[in-house]
């Protein structure tokens, strides 16, 4: 376990996260939800929101979900990856809604969300408002 979190520690240096992870950052600072469960829940809201800068990545993780893409086009194939992703958060127990988030604390979220160190690793920019919209997708 200390070699592959040593190894995986090395590959989040040198390529970054995206946003996921810098609003799962933001959701266990303000609500204390844990950081697993943070990214899980907004894993496949981030998928969604960046599916149009992937190329061919979608592809590759719908097949490792067990998805078989033979004959899909792109768009077809970056859905099935979401879904399959979308089940594999329900199938463990993931909730696809946080009870504590407030409106009135959005602007906090988002503002901390898009200044985390994480953001610049996403292949879609996103702008506060942007962070806004999405974290109400678990509201």
Known sequence: ???????????????????????AHTLGAVYDTPHGVACA??????????QECTGDKFKYIAEAMGVDTTGMDQATYRKAAIDAVKQLSA???????LEAMKEED???LARSAAADACAPGNPRPASVE????LFRKIM
């Open 1 to 23: 376990m200390a070699l592959g979190q040593y190894v995986t520690g090395m590959a989040f240096s040198n390529v970054g996260l995206g946003i996921a992870h810098s609003m």
């Open 41 to 50: 829940m907004m894993l496949p809201i981030v998928m969604e929101y960046n």
């Open 91 to 97: 199938d463990v127990g993931i909730p696809t809604r």
């Open 106 to 108: 959005l602007e906090f």
């Open 130 to 133: 942007d962070f806004k919209a």
